[in-house]
């Protein structure tokens, strides 16, 4: 568990932001937000996880990606929302996302997804993996997948909220988590740090990031119609 | 009030004549030993035996009502005949994984009255099992079933001894070598089709069934061949003593049982749609370390039905129950009342020297006599009536506590005793004959 420590949230971040314009990339009607998200100081190294269960097929190390940093400091995984926008009727359950198990661990590792998306949940390994998500402790799906890869189980998310997913068949390095947005205005950073949001309505609102060992950070945006505005978010890890 | 009037008063005195083999067994406790037990741990099993369900405490933090089954579906789950045996005998029949359902010492016929509630007050009609995958004795399911117990790895959380190999985490979740005397089978299909569906939050996860809709195509099949499996057809076991209860109680209702539910405030634990809040119904112990000897309290947590019999026969079935404890643990509880649950104003009261004992006794004894505390108080072969026997009540109470009592008993306690104006100087005196030697 110490391991970790080296992506530990250290002190306020720093943030800043920018307006541009540039009209050629925005529908009418609304704007973006584009940016990055870093982690500022040395780039963290987290030890890999040792597997203890099922490592005929799981082997025996696997990645921690609890804090997976570029160079220049670029932050995968973060979850960017807008905040203070009014909530959207939830997503039809047509609206689909895949959770996979595949080789020992959860793919992808962060989710976004609107408020009634159906999560479907499968198992690409041959051994048996479950997927137990809770909610501040609480039970929102418990799901056992047997090996073979066939089966798809779905469920919807109804409810709004951080989502932690964890495997109880004994492999207990193996984590995920969905944020579950009552609206379509979020992304998560892909290993380049950046995201964008787009047809956001014109209007002031809080920009929020949240990263599962960095914590959270937020800065005001103001998004003009037809124009996109740049947003940056720098996470300052502990020394 | 006259006693005499009280219903209540002919029940204790049929149980009077129970009392004095009781009292021959309340000799281990040993007045004047002190407690050796660990307070720490008496109040985290204070936690988790939930003593705050029914008792005021100063720490009323308690897991239990996470630990106890939710009793919604209990008419569905379990067999009646099995029910029937467990809440007469719970620690023998099926020995806790987390909780610990405490025995009530119950009759035949409040046994019964429990079960024909669970049966019909509590049957949850709205969920059912598709006609082709009702139990059928001797279905031919189950071997197929044990291959597909293998592959949804059940005994990795349900050991079961006779028929899977050895397994690492045993203690995960029930056995399931009970399964087919306790289960109905019915009820088991439901349940491994979605036990999320019916227990949200539970630990075994869903394997077949999510939102409402199968995983695959077949589910259902699989489900009734491991039910099938678990069940075990033609190893059934039947308990005869329910049905033997049912002959021999057929006045009894399920109305019956639902008082006494009530009464022994199951809903305190278990979770029961159909049940009102349960409340603390039991004395408050917020002070009950200052009122009884730590010693005397051990014993009485281990055997409380044998120490204090009267229990059960007053107020309409409300009893304190036996948690099958340890006397190391009955020790740990003991130490902890003794020390967390004190009153400093009764600890303080300073008892009689040896020199005046004698005589303050006597003179206690006559106002004891004088009041007439007899009507009430059994003392050695007088009948006595409502309250407690105190022949040997040296060896449960604290000075200081009936000292200040008497003279004001229902500041302590809800209780029937009337207040008797008595002085300080009497009181001293009526404390000092009760928790002395009676000839």
Redesign the interface.
């Known amino acids: 568990m110490n391991r970790l420590g080296h992506c530990v949230l250290g002190g306020a971040a720093v943030a800043a932001f920018a307006f541009l314009f540039s009209a050629s990339t925005v529908a009418a009607g609304g704007g973006s937000i584009s940016g990055t998200v870093k982690l500022n100081g040395p780039k963290p190294a987290p030890a890999p996880h040792e597997v203890t269960a099922d490592k005929e097929h799981c082997g025996g190390k696997i990645e921690n990606e609890s804090c997976v940093v570029a160079d220049g400091g670029l932050l995968k995984n973060a979850v960017v929302t807008l905040e203070g926008v009014a909530d959207m009727p939830p997503a039809p359950k047509t609206v689909k996302v895949r959770l996979s198990n595949k080789g020992c661990r959860f793919d992808p590792h962060v989710l976004a997804v609107q408020q009634g998306t159906t999560l479907e949940m499968s198992n690409e390994d041959p051994v048996?993996h479950?997927?137990?998500i809770t909610k501040n402790g609480?039970?929102v799906?418990?799901?056992?997948l047997?090996?073979g890869g066939?089966?798809?189980?779905?469920?919807?998310l109804k409810d709004a909220g951080l989502l932690d997913v964890r495997c109880?068949?004994?492999h207990t390095w193996m984590k995920a988590y969905i944020v579950v947005v009552p609206h379509t205005y979020f992304a998560v950073t892909g290993a380049d740090g950046k995201f964008s949001l787009a047809g956001v309505p014109a209007g002031k609102y809080k920009l929020k990031v949240w990263h599962e060992t960095l914590g959270t950070l937020e800065q005001d945006v103001e998004v003009k119609d037809g124009a996109d505005a740049a947003a940056a978010f720098e996470f300052t890890a502990k020394t | 009030m006259s006693s005499r009037s009280n219903p209540a008063s002919l029940a204790t005195r049929l149980l009077a004549a129970g009392c004095c083999a009781a009292l021959a067994l309340a000799s281990l406790a040993r007045a004047d030993a002190p407690s050796v037990g660990d307070p720490e741990k008496g109040r985290a099993l204070i936690a988790d035996l939930g003593c705050a369900v029914c008792h005021t405490l100063r720490d009323t933090q308690t897991k239990i009502r996470k630990d106890a089954p939710d009793l919604t579906f209990e008419g569905d789950r379990v067999r009646p005949d099995w029910l029937y045996r467990f809440l007469r005998e719970p620690e023998r029949l099926r020995p806790a994984i987390k909780g610990r359902m405490p025995d009530f010492r119950l009759l035949e016929p409040e046994a019964l009255a429990l079960v024909e509630f669970v049966r019909e007050g509590l049957r949850d009609a709205s969920a059912t099992v598709p006609p082709e995958y009702r139990f059928k004795p001797g279905a031919p399911g189950a071997a197929e079933g044990k291959k597909k117990a293998e592959?949804?790895?059940c005994v990795?959380c349900h050991a079961d001894a006779p028929r899977a190999p050895k397994v690492e985490?045993n203690d995960l979740a029930p056995r399931l070598e009970q399964a087919s005397r306790r289960l109905d089978p019915n009820w088991l299909f439901r349940w491994i089709r979605d036990p999320?569906e019916l227990a949200?939050?539970?630990?075994?996860?869903?394997?077949f069934y999510?939102?409402g809709?199968a995983?695959?195509d077949g589910a259902d099949q699989v489900i009734a061949d491991l039910r099938d499996y678990v069940i075990a057809p033609g190893e059934t076991h039947r308990f005869p003593e329910y049905d033997e209860a049912r002959k021999r109680y057929p006045e009894i209702t399920a109305a019956d049982g639902r008082r006494l539910m009530v009464a022994l405030n199951c809903a305190g634990c278990h979770p029961v749609r159909s049940l009102p809040a349960a409340k603390p119904l039991a004395p408050s112990l917020v002070t009950e370390g200052s009122r009884v000897k730590g010693a005397w309290l051990a014993s009485f947590l281990e055997r409380p039905h044998v120490i204090k019999p009267e229990y059960g026969i007053l107020s309409g079935g409300t009893r304190m129950p036996g948690f099958a404890l340890e006397p190391g643990e009955a020790a740990d509880i003991a130490a902890y009342m003794e020390r967390a649950l004190s009153d400093a104003e009764s600890d303080a009261v300073i008892p009689p020297a040896a020199s005046e004992l004698r005589d303050l006794r006597e003179r206690g004894r006559g106002i004891f006599y004088e009041r007439r505390c007899t009507d009430c108080h059994r003392i050695h072969e007088e009948p006595g009536g409502i309250g407690p026997d105190l022949t040997r009540a040296g060896e449960r109470l604290r000075y200081g506590w009936v000292y200040r009592f008497v003279q004001n008993p229902s500041a302590f306690l809800t209780t029937r005793m009337p207040d008797l104006n008595l002085t300080p100087d009497e009181a001293r005196a009526v404390a000092a004959y009760v928790l002395g030697p009676k000839e």
């Open positions: 048996f479950n997927v137990h609480e039970t799906a418990n799901n056992g047997p090996p066939g089966q798809v189980v779905k469920k919807q109880d068949a004994g | 592959t949804y790895r990795q985490a999320q949200p939050g539970v630990t075994m996860p869903s394997l999510s939102d809709e995983n695959f």
